[in-house]
């Protein structure tokens, strides 16, 4: 896994913005103590060995349309926790280096903008948490 990767949402090629209480509750269980939601930085231990951070600002609304994952780590809590956020809108997950280009749901595909898998593909649905886990690492 890259050093770090990003996810947004998208709606008919365009931005989607969504509560961002389901990324908070699914971070929630594994959140470090001291992790400050103002500087909207989440430092994240799923195991002794496993951590990542996760960063996103939210609009006055308490809605986001992406966030960040870094030093994402490979193991099974990090795939579910996005599985399940990804699950609750047309989320799609992307690395800078072009290694990366994911979506959990197949309605997804229809919202991304035109060029995305073009520019980052090729696009990989992964609709179930064992694909889902397999494309992430």
């Known amino acids: 896994m890259g050093t770090e990767f990003f996810a947004q949402t998208h709606l008919n090629g365009g931005e989607q913005l969504v509560s961002c209480n389901t990324l908070l509750t699914q971070m929630q269980p594994f959140l470090l103590p001291g992790t400050s939601h103002i500087e909207h930085w989440y430092d994240l231990k799923f195991s002794e060995f496993e951590s990542c951070s996760i960063t996103f600002k939210p609009d006055s609304e308490g809605r986001i349309s992406h966030f960040c994952v870094v030093r994402p780590c490979g ?13 609750e809108a047309n989320w ?15 309605g997804t595909a229809s919202h991304l903008p035109p060029g ?15 694909s889902f886990f397999e494309a992430l690492v």
């Open 75 to 87: 193991g099974r809590a990090l795939a579910n926790l996005l599985f399940n956020v990804m699950a």
């Open 92 to 106: 799609v997950i992307f690395s800078p280096s072009g290694d990366l280009l994911l979506i959990a749901n197949p």
């Open 116 to 130: 995305m898998v073009e520019s980052l593909g090729p696009l990989v649905v992964a609709s179930d948490r064992d």
